[in-house]
């Protein structure tokens, strides 16, 4: 069983950048495909990017251009990097492992999850 703690959240102004990083225990990242969600107030939890065991990326429209998530398997820890922040990028910042990988953008398609780590972008 795997399990994930984010860190580097916090407070940045609009227009900034900010990486967070998810460091999984347990088990090697190598055998998950890794994914990056979000949930704001109020909203539901939405995905946002994620990276198969071969390192092929997928990413939402809404932050397309704009985060970018990597793995660094030696670590055994997936970032996010995000860039061009805006205020409707602020939540709590979910880090995913899914073993099968077969529905990367949708929350039933992981096994493990963090505990999140709060992201507020103020403008």
């Known amino acids: 069983q795997a399990q994930l703690v984010e860190s580097g959240g916090g407070l940045v102004q609009a227009g900034g950048s900010l990486r967070v990083s998810c460091a999984v225990s347990?088990?090697?990242?190598?055998?998950?495909?890794m994914g990056w969600f979000r949930q704001a107030p109020g909203k539901e939890r939405e995905f946002v990017a994620a990276?198969?065991?071969?390192?092929?990326?997928f990413a939402a429209d809404s932050v397309k251009g704009r985060f970018t998530i990597s793995r660094d398997n030696a670590k055994n820890t997936v970032y996010l990097q995000m860039s061009s922040l805006k205020p409707e990028d602020t939540a709590v910042y979910y880090c995913?492992?899914?073993?099968?990988?077969?529905?990367?953008?949708?929350?039933?398609?992981?096994?493990?999850w963090g505990q999140g780590t709060q992201v507020t972008v103020s403008s």
């Open positions: 347990g088990r090697t990242i190598s055998s998950y495909v």
């Open positions: 995913a492992a899914s073993r099968t990988g077969s529905r990367y953008d949708q929350i039933g398609g992981y096994d493990y």
């Open positions: 990276s198969t065991r071969s390192g092929y990326t």
